[in-house]
């Protein structure tokens, strides 16, 4: 007996949700599985507020991954007719010299993502922070 879909995606969260909605764009047939009738409060990305950052201390290798999903994000809204997101600033903190601090700058200018103004090289973002 013939499976009635090309791919079977386990688990309707964001990634899952993203994931069967592409394969089914890109004409496979699909089929998603969830524990829990979407949507659910039993997620990882359920709520009201959740963050999406451009700049991450951990590796500059996410911000492409972000800026994509950032681009999936409007093109969802756009199909939905409403706007599913509100960007706004976001401050992130730490000492001088330290991993958060050294990391961010470092992703910052290497993948030339906006930041304050002020902050023309890592050694000045140290220097306005910390002067908050």
Known sequence: MAR???VAVVGL????S????ALARRGLRVVGLDRFVPPHAHGSSHGRSRIIRQAYY??????PLVRDAWDRWEALARDAG???LQ??????L???GGTLVRFHGATVFAMNVSASA?????????TVLEGL
């Open 4 to 6: 009635p879909w090309d």
């Open 13 to 16: 969260g964001a990634t899952g």
């Open 18 to 21: 993203q994931a069967l909605l």
């Open 58 to 63: 951990e590796s500059p290798a996410y911000v």
């Open 82 to 84: 409403q706007p599913l």
């Open 87 to 92: 960007r706004t600033g976001g401050l992130m």
């Open 94 to 96: 730490g000492p001088a």
């Open 118 to 126: 002020a902050a023309k090289s890592p050694t000045a973002m140290n």
